[in-house]
Each structure stands twice: as C-alpha cells, then as structure tokens.
C-alpha cells in the first residue's frame, strides 16, 4: 500500500509465507510500486519466522538492482522485523550493515521499531 502522506510503500507481511507464493508476492509488489513510482519501502515481516536464502539472493542479486533502475533511482528498503528474526538474520551469513551498500543501488536496513524505520527510510530517500 503506497502511503502517499509519507511517500513510502508499505508491505504487511501477515504470516510466514511458503517459497513458492513469493513469485506472486513479488509480482504485485512490483505492480504496486511501478504505479506509485516510491522508492522508499517499509517492509513489515515481524510475523515472519525464517528468510528463505535462494530469495534473499534474488532480492540481492536481482529484483533490487532491476526496481532501482526502474524507478530511476536509489531504493531504499526498511525491514520491520521481530526479535528473533532480527537476531537470525544479523547472525546470519552474508549479513552487511546499511554502510556496506555504498556502491549498490539500494540500500537495505532492518529495525524492530517502526518509528525508527520510517525516520531512516525518509532520511535515506532524502539523500
């Protein structure tokens, strides 16, 4: 859902989903985002359990990179995610700080509160 107040696309993820409904998943998030043309992105995966690897690299490797010059210019993507989740993927391997992203073309965080992500998604969106 575009929150045309704040300029941020919002995603609600309300369950774990299984790995073959994310094609879906992802095919009308881009739908959704080619329409509004935000660049800023909350993602709220609290309700989330686990990140499925081979999709974290295709975000990475591919789905990023390919929305960013799409929309002609840097995404900048907030995670919202749960303690655990947040624990699991901050230990987890291939784990970079939003420092890290500096020759990509998005950038990438992961917060458990969502005040803190909306205020770096419109710092971030604003550089």
């Not at 995610?81 to 990509?104: F, K, Q």
Request: hydrophobic residues 40%; charged residues 20%; contains cysteine.
């Amino acid at each position: 859902m575009h929150r045309s107040d704040l300029d941020i696309l919002v995603g609600r993820w309300s369950h774990q989903p299984q790995a073959a409904q994310l094609p879906a998943a992802y095919d009308q998030l881009t739908r959704e985002v080619l329409a509004c043309g935000c660049r800023a992105w909350l993602q709220d995966i609290r309700s989330r359990t686990l990140n499925d690897p081979h999709t974290t690299q295709w975000l990475l490797t591919e789905y990023f990179p390919q929305m960013a010059r799409q929309l002609g210019g840097r995404l900048v993507v907030a995670y919202l995610t749960s303690p655990t989740l947040m624990e699991l993927i901050v230990n987890g391997p291939g784990y970079r700080t939003p420092g890290a992203y500096t020759t990509e073309p998005y950038i990438i965080a992961f917060f458990d509160n969502e005040g803190e992500a909306l205020a770096w998604l419109e710092k971030e969106r604003d550089r």
